[in-house]
């Protein structure tokens, strides 16, 4: 079993960037597929990126491709998210998951969840 702790949410204006971070519990962290996944008021959660265990395949989204960036520490128990490019669109509450079952852009895939943290993009 793993916890996830997101961390670095917080208000950006348009064309800003924010870097969150999720970190995990357990010395298992690098046999976990790991994604990003957000939901904004009155929607369903919707994938945004993931990573492989080994850190060598990534997925996007295609709303966010070319301005967010997945990357992770295994020595750290610790994936990223990078956010460029900041859109009020992006405004939605991200969640970092984790999963055994290989990588995946499914959200019924990932076994474990964070508990969110907030991002506003406005000016």
């Known amino acids: 079993q793993v916890q996830l702790v997101e961390s670095g949410g917080g208000l950006a204006q348009p064309g800003g960037s924010l870097r969150l971070s999720c970190a995990a519990s357990?010395?298992?962290?690098?046999?976990?597929?790991m994604g990003w996944f957000r939901q904004a008021p009155g929607k369903e959660r919707e994938f945004v990126a993931a990573?492989?265990?080994?850190?060598?395949?990534?997925y996007y989204a295609n709303s966010v491709k070319g301005r967010f960036t997945i990357s992770r520490d295994n020595a750290k128990s610790t994936v990223y998210l990078q956010m460029n490019s900041l859109k009020p669109e992006d405004t939605a509450v991200y969640y970092c998951?984790?999963?055994?079952?290989?990588?995946?852009?499914?959200?019924?895939?990932?076994?474990?969840w964070g508990q969110g943290t907030q991002v506003t993009v406005s000016s």
């Open positions: 998951a984790a999963t055994l079952r290989g990588l995946s852009y499914h959200v019924n895939e990932y076994e474990y």
């Open positions: 357990g010395r298992t962290f690098g046999n976990y597929a």
């Open positions: 990573i492989s265990g080994g850190g060598r395949t990534t």
